[in-house]
Structure formats: structure tokens, C-alpha cells
């Protein structure tokens, strides 16, 4: 375990471990309660591998019902409440503390309507982001939200951290594809948010909801826009011989009033440790590349490509190579979409995931470099250069406690370097338990109290996804707001 | 009623303080365009924004730019346009409704009301632009949230929050959004004669279509002139060529469309924004229906239907049908029993955008929430006003 500090653990809800197991099983059958050690142990970790802590136990309810008799037990009892999707948070979001309970959606995963007149899927949260996708496909539609973990990660954690991917350049993130929710309160009420029309009455509970990280209530089904598939897509991979060249190129292509719907940016080690892996023909001598991806027609993808090897010709490409068939489309995605597992083939690493804007990227990228060399470890830098979201891959060996801390040292001066030139720590991971110490750099001790307020009014006792997001100290904040007292702890 | 004109957010701070201190609720501003919008507010003095004006960051190549909330729509659109941008959203002024000089309806009030256009069906809403705000809470605390960068999901999205929030839960000081180029061009593809249902099957045809109709809205028959269907496609100049002649191949069912082409397609969108097929409602109420599209040719029924006794109720449908706007008679509830009735069992939610002070005073201006959202909805409003000094019941009565 690293340097993030966790809660004490509450003793007075160990004692009472065997009664409240016993009451989860009342609920949702023996079977979907699990607290035997081994397995256990499937859900000591996510996806930020670094940190692992056995959980009181884990309850797969198979109803938003379920999900609300289970709530109300747990807040009655003051028991700490950790939501679960797939665990693939690479932030810690799905990280159980000793005296939790696990609350995983992943029996609830059927597709309960899919209306393409409307254009929207009704669905229940623990389905997988690819499966909503599958499951109109069909129909000539998909599901916009892409996040490198697609395959397996859930509707549920997509909303609970407002996911992103490669194209929501055009697309938006989760929230720009959420009609509707239904979400389970701490106290068990269940709330309906939304439904196949646009936008809400009131406050914008669904907005408000989505990325919240399961700190406001567990989210059980979602109504989701579905959008027609594109007539065709496909990419150009460029290469440059500098960083400042590719990032320059970026701006000129948006600029020009080009919008493709993905603009992926690998820099020179990322390229190679990708190539060695997926083989896909990617340049070996140059320092930076782009896969730049258009849509529409035969004609329409014509004429965007020319025009966007144009710019970046004109911005020093070196190396242009034009995907003409659907196979040679692949061929050039395949080592971008393999890259965080090839990755980690070679090397332990860290997952970024600051936003800055565009324009500071090149000089970005020296200091992310700079940063990495003081603290003697190794980097790679792929990312959505479109929206400037980052994601420099800090290299270290697990095994060393040392080499552990210094990568999260190093990511922590990332990310600040990303808040200084006006960007955030987290563009489309969340905030989790890796960047909840980091928090006060963006926000200051009056913005980071109104979103607790927030908290406190809806989860007062904090037993919702508790040490993530929030700093553990100044809180609870007070349930009203109050002029700022002068030197309190941010 | 005491008027304040802060020039600075710590001024807009100073006098939020000083209002709570006293706990004299303040009626929020910006150009006063939508003044008329919502319940009518009890407040002690009006807190106007239109000396908190101009843009402070705009950077065309990142796709942003960020602005004081009494700028004027007009102006950030002026900008934009220098560099080829748009707000995706199709921001409307709708003065149509509520009288005021649409050149000074504020960007903050957009924000506000979370007021989009016809392209909302393919863009998304204001909320979906926006991506950092900067507000005044009912403490008299600066608050900020969100950024300058599009992709941000650091801490609870307060941006989302605070667009449609009417004021209720902070002074919008700074609004910062997404932008898009421009494109090239744009076509309207219009046929003529279908029924409310016909108009729809069409709409929505052209929607699941991959052509990118970016906005779709059907104005039904009126007095000498025939039923209206229209679908606008926008990009380059050979594209317009190519997607008009298959998306007309693939709609060959609902007729031969004619086309507009340019600025007459532009223009048309204009009007259909500003309510223009609903003429004159100056002795009308006017409601915003959102509902599930196809069910909404039998909301629309059912309200003719309940107001045959009263006035004909003149009604057009955008975003694929989603967005109904009702003209009705503004005696009695201003149809709001009748209205609410018809949308219950298709879904969605019905606001009433105009209506004489006193009924506006009288019947829910926003659809009644159920239990469990209107309790969130009243905890919201206290952490962020706990006096209720902002707007207080512009949305609903307490908050």
C-alpha cells in the first residue's frame, strides 16, 4: 500500500459483520453475498492495481429493488457502501476500504428496450459499454461513449465517472448521451430521472448525477441516445519529426473547420513499444504520429483526408499513409487500441489522465518529459490530442516500493503541471482515489466545500464511496454554507 | 424596486452578502429579456449583470470561448463568426415571448434557462456546450466549476447544475463553452402536406439516417398554407449535393421534397428558432413540451382536442417532433390541466414559457416534480441558498 491515506477502519461494524451478512442474504439469496477470503479477493483491487484492500464483503443485488433494500440496511447501519461496475476504474474508483460493503451491478446487465424510432436503449447498468453497441447494432445504430476498457467496463461506472474515448471529439461523453436515470439514494429511495425526451425539468439531477462517482446514490438503469452508424470511417496515420509539429498540425486541422471524429496522438516511445507488440506498421523514425479519423461517405472521406494531409503536410508530416480498406483501417487502430496492454508487457506504469488546452501541448510534452527524467523513470505519451486530454503512461516496477511512490510523485507533478497552463486533473478517469489528494490544487477550499455540501445533504453519514474525490480532511463540510474562515484547511 | 448594476463579480459578491445580511431576496438579471420567464419572483431589488460584459477568452484552434454572463448572444456570435465558429447549440433570443430587444438577450441567460435551438436535436443542449462556469452562490461565495477544456471530470459537475438552475442556485458571473466551425453550407429538404404523424415517421427516418440531419421540425396546416416538413443537412458544398439527393431518395415515401438551399435554409431556421410559425401570441400563453418523439402527434391531438371550447391551439413540432410549442388561450390555467394530462402518458415535461403574471403565479410553471426529485431538488437549493436570496421561486415555490 502507497501513500494515500485511508480511513480507520470502524470496528463497531466488523463486530457486527456475521447480522449484517445475514440480512444482505435475507435480501438477495446467500448465494449473491460473498465473504469467503478467496472470493473475496476478485474485488480487492480495480484496475489502479497499486492498491488493494479486502472488502467486509461483497452483494450482487439482481434488482434496482434489491439495490434499494440493500441501501436502506447498510445507511440504517452506518455501513460504508463502495459501488462496483466491471473494475476498471483506473483512478480507484471501485477501491472497497475494510469496513465496506461491495455493491456490484454485475448481474443486473439485460437490455430492457431499445426504441430506435426514439432513438434510445433502456437499459440495466451492469451492461457492458460494447454490449449496448451490440445490441443495435443491428439496426444501423451504436452507442457514442468509447473508453479504451469497453469491452468490460460497465454503464454503471461509465456514468459514475462520466467516461469518455477515442471519439467523443464529435460525439461528447457519457453525460452528452444520457436521457434518463434511475438512481438508488443512501436512505434506498429510488429516483426517475429522465426518459426517451430531451432535456430535464428542473435541475439537472442527470447532470449532476453523472460523474459523481458514486458518492450521490448507485445508478441502476439508464436511457441512452443511440445514434445511426456513419456511412463508412477511416484513418490517416501521420508522422512527425517533433512533437511541437504534430501538436501544431492538431490546431491547424481544427482551425480549418476540419472536424474529424478522433484525433489520437502517440509520441516516439509509444510508437515503438505499440509497434513491437501489434505490429502495425507503424513508423519507426519519427518522433510523433497522429491517426486522424473522418467519417461519411467514399467521396466525403476523400475529400476530408486530402484536405487534412494538406495541413499536415504543410506542418511538416513526414510520413502519410492513408488507410484504403477496411483492413488496412484496423491495421493502423490495432496499436493504438492495444497500447495500455502492450504497455504493460514491457513495464508496470501509471495511467494519467490530465486535460490542457490544446495550445500548450507541445511545451506540455517537454516539461511531462523533463518531470519524468528528475525522478529517473520512463514515460510514453498517448492521448486525444483533440480535446487535449492526456495520457502519459509513468513507467516503474511495482515491486519497488520506491520506484512506486516516485510514479506517484511524478504523475502528481503532471497533473499539476496540467492545472497550471489551465487545464484539470482529469479529463474522462475521475477523480477516484488517486487524484483526491490533488484536488486542492484545482479547487479552493470554497469550491471544493459547495460540492461537499452537495455530498453531505445527499449522503450525510458519508458512506458512499467514501476517502475518494473529497480531500479527507475539512470535512465534513458544514450543511449551509458560511462565509470562509481564514486559514482553514483547503 | 432598487436596481444593482455590478461591474465586477466581487461587486456581484458584495451586494449578495449585503442582500442576505438584510435578507432581502434579489431578482437575477442580465439583458432583462427573460424577465418574464418562470413564477413571478418576490424580490427587494433586481440584481442586473449587463455591466458584466465581454469576452475574456477565445481561442478559435482550441474550440473555446469563455464570457462575462451579461454579455450580449449577439456579441459572442459576432465573434465566433469572425473566425467561423458557431455555439453548437442554435442559441434562440425567444423575444417573441417575452417582448425586450433580442440584441441584448445575455449569454448568461441562455445558460440560465438552458435555452437551445433547432440544432439541440443534433448538438446537444446549452448544458452539453458548456464547460466552466463561474458563479456568486446565495453565501456570497465565488464558486468555480468545470474549466476551459473540454474533457474535465474533476469533482461533481456543478456546470450542468447551474444551466437550467434559472438563477435559483447562483449568479452566473462567467460562462465558458465549446464552439464549432462552421460549415461550409446548409440544405433544407421541405415537403409539404403530411399529417402530424406522417410528419413525424418522416422526421425520424431522416434522423436514424447517417446523413447528419442537424435539425428537423414539421409546422402542420394552417389557414392557406399547406402542412410543412423540414430537414436540414449541413458541410461542405459537395456534400450538400450528394446527402440532399440520398436523403431525399430515402424519405421518396413522404414526397418530393423541394430545397433550401444557403442562406433561405439558414434564414428559415432563424424563424422556426424564434417561433415564427406560431405568429402572433401577444394575447396567447405559450408552452414548451418535451416529450418521446412519436409520441408526440398524440400529445398534440389530445390538446386540440381540450381546447376546441376555448381557442384553437396553434402548435409546431421541432427536434424530430421531441419539442412540441403550444399556443393556447391564456384564460382560466392556461390549459395547464389539460396539457399535463396529454404529455403524462408519453412522457416528458411541459413548461409554460408565456402567460400573464397572474397565472403564471397560479399554475406550475415547470412540470410538478415527483417526491424524491423535488426533495432533492430543495436540498440542492440549500447548499447553495440557504435565505433563498436568489430568485426565490422563479422555478418552484421554496426553492
Not at chain 2, 426533495?375 to 426565490?392: C, E, V, Y
Request: charged share 20%.
Amino acid at each position: 500500500m502507497s501513500s494515500l491515506a485511508l480511513p480507520e477502519v470502524d470496528e463497531t461494524v466488523l463486530a457486527k459483520r456475521d447480522r449484517i451478512l445475514a440480512q444482505l442474504e435475507e435480501i438477495v439469496g446467500a448465494r449473491w453475498v460473498i465473504s469467503e477470503e478467496d472470493e473475496l479477493r476478485a474485488y480487492e483491487t480495480d484496475a489502479l492495481t497499486a492498491y488493494r484492500q479486502m472488502p467486509l464483503a461483497v452483494v450482487l443485488p439482481a434488482t434496482t429493488e434489491e439495490v434499494s433494500r440493500v441501501l436502506a440496511l447498510l445507511d440504517a447501519e452506518g455501513v460504508k457502501i463502495v459501488g462496483r461496475g466491471a473494475g476498471t476504474s483506473l483512478a480507484g474508483g471501485a477501491l472497497p476500504l475494510a469496513d465496506s460493503v461491495v455493491v456490484g451491478v454485475s448481474r443486473m446487465n439485460r437490455v430492457l428496450d431499445i426504441d430506435s424510432a426514439n432513438r434510445a436503449i433502456r437499459v440495466e447498468s451492469g451492461i457492458t459499454n460494447l454490449a449496448v453497441s451490440g445490441a443495435v447494432e443491428h439496426l444501423g445504430f451504436f452507442y457514442a461513449p468509447d473508453p479504451s476498457s469497453q469491452l468490460a467496463c460497465t454503464i454503471a461506472g461509465n456514468v459514475g465517472m462520466n467516461s469518455g474515448g477515442a471519439h467523443c471529439l464529435k460525439y461528447g461523453v457519457t453525460t452528452n448521451n444520457l436521457l434518463g436515470l434511475t438512481v438508488v439514494l443512501i436512505d434506498g429511495t429510488v429516483i426517475e430521472l429522465g426518459g426517451k425526451h430531451l432535456d430535464s425539468p428542473g435541475f439537472d439531477l442527470i447532470g449532476l448525477i453523472s460523474g459523481s462517482e458514486g458518492q450521490l446514490g448507485l445508478v441502476t438503469e439508464a436511457v441512452l441516445r443511440i445514434l445511426p452508424k456513419a456511412e463508412g470511417a477511416r484513418p490517416v496515420l501521420l508522422g512527425f519529426n517533433s512533437n511541437a509539429d504534430a501538436g501544431a498540425c492538431v490546431s491547424d486541422v481544427i482551425g480549418q473547420g476540419l472536424l474529424p471524429v478522433a484525433i489520437e496522438f502517440m509520441d516516439r516511445p509509444a510508437i515503438r513499444i505499440c509497434e513491437d507488440f501489434a505490429h502495425a506498421g507503424y513508423p519507426l523514425d519519427v518522433e510523433a504520429m497522429l491517426i486522424v479519423e473522418v467519417e461519411g461517405s467514399e467521396a466525403e472521406i476523400e475529400e476530408q483526408l486530402s484536405k487534412i494531409v494538406a495541413v499536415a503536410r504543410d506542418n511538416g508530416a513526414v510520413h502519410v499513409r492513408e488507410a484504403k480498406t477496411a483492413a488496412e483501417s484496423a491495421a493502423i487502430w490495432v496499436g493504438r487500441k492495444s497500447a495500455f496492454g502492450a504497455m504493460g508487457r514491457i513495464s508496470d506504469y501509471m495511467c494519467m489522465d490530465g486535460t490542457i488546452p490544446t495550445g500548450r501541448l507541445p511545451e506540455v510534452l517537454v516539461k511531462i518529459s523533463e518531470i519524468c527524467e528528475g525522478y529517473g523513470l520512463g514515460v510514453a505519451n498517448i492521448f486525444h490530442a483533440g480535446d487535449g486530454n492526456l495520457h502519459p503512461l509513468v513507467l516503474y516496477d511495482v515491486n519497488d516500493p520506491e520506484q512506486l511512490q516516485k510514479a506517484e510523485d511524478c504523475g502528481a507533478d503532471i497533473l499539476k503541471l496540467c492545472v497550471e497552463v489551465g487545464g484539470c486533473l482529469t479529463g474522462e478517469h475521475g477523480v477516484g482515489i488517486e487524484k483526491r489528494d490533488l484536488m486542492t490544487d484545482q479547487f479552493n477550499a470554497t469550491d471544493l466545500d459547495q460540492q461537499m455540501r452537495i455530498k453531505s445533504a445527499l449522503d450525510p453519514q458519508w458512506l458512499l464511496n467514501p476517502a475518494k474525490v473529497f480531500p479527507l480532511d475539512g470535512r465534513p463540510a458544514p450543511a449551509r454554507p458560511e462565509p470562509p474562515v481564514a486559514g482553514k484547511a483547503a | 424596486m432598487a436596481e444593482f448594476h455590478p461591474d465586477s463579480e466581487d461587486a456581484v459578491a458584495g451586494i449578495v452578502r449585503s442582500a442576505r445580511d438584510k435578507a432581502e431576496p434579489l431578482e437575477i438579471a442580465g439583458g432583462g429579456t427573460k424577465r418574464g420567464f418562470g413564477r413571478p419572483v418576490q424580490a427587494a431589488a433586481t440584481l442586473s449583470l449587463d455591466k458584466l460584459s465581454g469576452v475574456t477568452l477565445y481561442e478559435p484552434s482550441e474550440l473555446v470561448i469563455g464570457a462575462k454572463a451579461g454579455t450580449p448572444l449577439a456579441e459572442i456570435e459576432r465573434v465566433l463568426s469572425g473566425k467561423n465558429q458557431r455555439l453548437p447549440f442554435d442559441p434562440p433570443r425567444l423575444t417573441a415571448l417575452t417582448g425586450g430587444d433580442p440584441a441584448k438577450a445575455s449569454i448568461g441567460a441562455v445558460v440560465a434557462c438552458n435555452l437551445s435551438g433547432p440544432r439541440r436535436v443534433h448538438a446537444g443542449a446549452a448544458r452539453d456546450s458548456l464547460i466552466g462556469v463561474r458563479f456568486v452562490n446565495g453565501a456570497g461565495e465565488t464558486i468555480k466549476s468545470g474549466g476551459r477544456v473540454m474533457k474535465n471530470v474533476t469533482g461533481l459537475d456543478l456546470v450542468k447544475l447551474m444551466s437550467g438552475a434559472f438563477g435559483t442556485l447562483g449568479v452566473l458571473t462567467e460562462v465558458t463553452f465549446k464552439v464549432l466551425p462552421a460549415p461550409e453550407t446548409e440544405a433544407t429538404l421541405v415537403f409539404e402536406g403530411l399529417s402530424d404523424e406522417q410528419a413525424v415517421a418522416c422526421l425520424s427516418a431522416g434522423l436514424c439516417s447517417p446523413w447528419e440531419v442537424t435539425a428537423a421540425s414539421h409546422v402542420p396546416a394552417t389557414d392557406g398554407d399547406p402542412a410543412r416538413t423540414l430537414l436540414r443537412i449541413e458541410g461542405f458544398e459537395s456534400q450538400m449535393a450528394y446527402r440532399g439527393r440520398v436523403l431525399a431518395e430515402a424519405l421518396e415515401d413522404h414526397g418530393t421534397p423541394a430545397i433550401l438551399r444557403g442562406a433561405e435554409s439558414a434564414a428559415r431556421w432563424a424563424e422556426i428558432g424564434e417561433l415564427e410559425p406560431l405568429g402572433d401570441v401577444s394575447s396567447d400563453a405559450v408552452w414548451k413540451l418535451s416529450t418521446t418523439p412519436d409520441r408526440a402527434p398524440g400529445v398534440a391531438s389530445a390538446i386540440r382536442a381540450a381546447n376546441r371550447n376555448t381557442m384553437d391551439a396553434r402548435l409546431f413540432y421541432d427536434w424530430g417532433g421531441g419539442l412540441v410549442w403550444v399556443a393556447v388561450s391564456p384564460e382560466g390555467d392556461a390549459g395547464a390541466g389539460a396539457i399535463r394530462a396529454a404529455i403524462s402518458p408519453a412522457g416528458g415535461h411541459a413548461t409554460l414559457m408565456r402567460a400573464p403574471e397572474e397565472v403564471r403565479a397560479a399554475v406550475d410553471v415547470f412540470e410538478p416534480l415527483p417526491g424524491p426529485a423535488m426533495a432533492m431538488t430543495r436540498q440542492l437549493k440549500q447548499t447553495f441558498d440557504p435565505d433563498r436570496i436568489l430568485n426565490p421561486g422563479r422555478m418552484y415555490a421554496g426553492v
